[in-house]
């Protein structure tokens, strides 16, 4: 079995612990009169909300990751950031628990895995929410990394969670039937091999922290060594056999540590 198995088939213990590193403190005020909702009207844009809130545009756009801005949608309530400082570009953001928040909600909203999102609060209680609790909100780097979806329609039927198995540490992505699986991001080839329990895999390095994993591939288009730009396909879409759909599974790793790939990649819009 290759080197590189046990970036796939290892369910760390430690992951369970893991947060986020150097938070602010959680036990700051709100700022006097504020309000964590606003409503836009009918003709209002995100920038138009942005100017009224006197809050920089792409930090309430970052703030609330799947807003469209379609006029049609019954989605047209934002969330409001305490301050600028709430949401930097590369994260983690900071929230006030508000009534009638549950942190699926939130996970939801904010497009994260929920089990990043208890395993960033330690010991908070997801069945009894403190309202005026502030929290943190573990996106990482959605404005700094780059990154992209390795399929254009991602569509996604297990995601980073806990299974009767143990913790799903990627995405399994059902696809098109053998479709084009990209890189995330540039990087080079450091496995294009079979992997014994998840055939036909890709595993790229982006930089010193990041690897990314494309496992059940139909056909392999890449090999070890290689250098890639991101336009380029590492593979098709093969038998996900955990869904028994076409489709793979993708995984991200930091530091060779397995993290949830929704904190990092694009939003996706809500359906």
Not at 49 to 68: H, K, M, V, Y
Not at 220 to 239: D, I, K, T, Y
Not at 262 to 268: C, F, M, T, V
């Amino acid at each position: 079995m290759s080197r590189y198995s046990w970036q796939i088939l290892g369910l760390s213990l430690l992951l369970l612990a893991s947060g986020c590193s150097s938070p602010p403190k959680l036990d700051v005020p709100p700022p006097s009169d504020f309000e964590p909702f606003y409503r836009l009207s009918q003709d209002e844009t995100l920038a138009d909300a942005a100017r009224q809130l006197e809050i920089d545009r792409e930090t309430l756009e970052r703030f609330n990751p799947r807003f469209q801005g379609n006029r049609s949608s019954s989605r047209r309530t934002l969330r409001v950031p305490e301050r600028d400082s709430d949401v930097p570009p590369e994260g983690p953001y900071y929230y006030r628990i508000q009534a009638g928040d549950t942190l699926s909600k939130l996970a939801q909203h904010f497009h994260i895995s929920l089990l990043s999102l208890i395993q960033a609060n330690p010991g908070i209680q997801p069945q009894s929410l403190r309202i005026g609790q502030r929290i943190i909100i573990p996106v990482k780097g959605r404005d700094t990394h780059d990154y992209r979806w390795p399929v254009a329609n991602p569509q996604v039927r297990i995601n980073f969670s806990y299974q009767r198995w143990g913790v799903h540490q990627g995405l399994t992505l059902e696809t098109q039937s053998r479709e084009e699986i990209f890189p995330i991001a540039p990087g080079q080839v450091v496995f294009a091999g079979e992997m014994r329990g998840f055939g036909r895999v890709v595993i790229v390095e982006h930089s010193k922290k990041h690897q990314s994993i494309y496992a059940y591939c139909h056909a392999l288009f890449v090999e070890e060594r290689n250098r890639l730009s991101g336009r380029h396909p590492v593979c098709s879409a093969g038998n996900q056999r955990q869904i028994d759909k076409p489709g793979i599974y993708f995984e991200l790793r930091e530091e060779g540590r397995a993290v949830s790939p929704e904190n990092y990649l694009p939003a996706l819009p809500w359906k």
